[in-house]
């Protein structure tokens, strides 16, 4: 049996990459701290949200049983201690959480980089120093792990969240730790996420895109237009190009708005839209979107608070040195 919590994990934030990762584009990932879990029993918090409780217990009962089907099938990427977890799950184990459901902010990579600790015997430990054969490592067994929740998965999610350090990612089989420098960024600058009151379905949308890149044309903007905007984005926040970065920025939101319809909620395209032509701000998807958050950049904070003040805005602190970002 578990005799202590594990660790605390917090959820991530796929600044870039969306979609795009996916046809192996880069990515930047960085932790949000704002939301966290941790495995813990119902028996042991008095203040406990019972209903939550229960409802995680049972669908960590249903995940034990596709983990112990990787097992005995011999495909498991990781010593998994199913026995142990099994155990756990019937004396009501769960996932306290406050990281909320299909919202693009990695509630199943928390719990999947919490379960990794837990139960993987010699697990490899989760710290900045890693060097980078184990974090290709411990992405292609996240990516195992998670596929579970999502259909598909690149492993990054449970990898930030388990590192806890932002990362960026050049390919499939280059992932290292990088640092976004606070002090070349306009410091009226800032970037936000919009709640849009309802969380989304990554599955779903998830095949939409993947059926898309079966036809030629779509594949060819996705290749030609959407991963050079997206690369370029990367490249020019970290080396702190400001002008450059919401040039391309623009450019990107506009692809997304005009490309992947079903993933922005219906009532925030105008949202959307006004940015696009006021310049004041620009979205783009928080994960696979069709509802949860959406990522919002600005290089007047103050402006786009006042043009979006009657949505739920929250500032996301992303500049952070590379020995500070924790």
């Known amino acids: 049996m578990m005799k202590n919590k594990t660790g605390i994990f917090y ?6 990459g969306e979609y795009s990762i996916l046809c192996d584009s880069m990515g930047l990932t960085i932790p949000y701290t704002h939301f966290r879990g941790e495995l813990s029993f119902i028996k042991q918090d008095k203040y406990t949200d019972y209903d939550f ?20 099938n011999g495909t498991l990427l990781c010593d998994f201690d199913v026995d142990a977890f099994e155990k756990d799950i019937a004396e009501s184990l769960y996932f306290e959480s406050s990281i909320p ?3 693009g902010v990695g509630s199943s990579g928390a719990l999947v980089a919490a379960l990794y600790e837990r139960y993987v015997t010699d697990h490899i430990p989760g ?7 184990d974090v290709l490592k411990l992405r292609e067994i996240f990516s195992q792990m998670e596929t579970y929740f999502h259909g598909t998965s690149s ?4 990898l930030n969240c388990y590192i ?6 050049h390919n499939r089989k280059d992932v290292c730790m990088v640092g976004i420098p606070r002090n070349k960024h306009d410091k009226k600058g800032a970037i936000f996420l919009i709640n849009t009151g309802s969380p989304g379905k990554t599955g779903p949308l998830v095949n939409i895109f993947l059926d898309r890149c079966k036809l030629d044309d779509f594949m060819t903007r996705v290749r030609e237009e959407m991963i050079p905007l997206n690369d370029a984005c990367i490249k020019s926040l970290i080396k702190g190009e400001t002008r450059r970065f919401f040039d391309t920025l623009r450019d990107l939101s506009r692809f997304l708005y005009d490309n992947l319809e079903p993933m922005i909620p219906e009532a925030f395209r105008k949202i959307w ?9 620009y979205l783009k998807l928080c994960g696979s979107g069709g509802g949860g958050f959406l990522l919002g950049f600005t290089d007047d904070l103050e402006k786009a608070r006042t043009e979006l003040r009657n949505q739920d805005i929250d500032i996301i602190p992303v500049y ?6 924790e």
């Open 101 to 103: 459901q299909g919202y």
């Open 320 to 325: 952070k040195s590379l020995n500070d970002a």
């Open 53 to 72: 409780a229960v409802s995680s217990n049972r669908l960590l009962k249903e995940y034990a049983a596709y983990l112990r089907n990787l097992k005995e």
């Open 127 to 133: 710290n900045r120093r890693l060097p980078k054969h």
């Open 164 to 169: 806890k350090h932002p990362l960026l990612i």
């Open 273 to 281: 839209q006004y940015g696009l032509e006021t310049h004041s701000y």
């Open 11 to 16: 959820a991530k934030i796929l600044l870039f």
């Open 155 to 158: 492993g990054m999610d449970p």
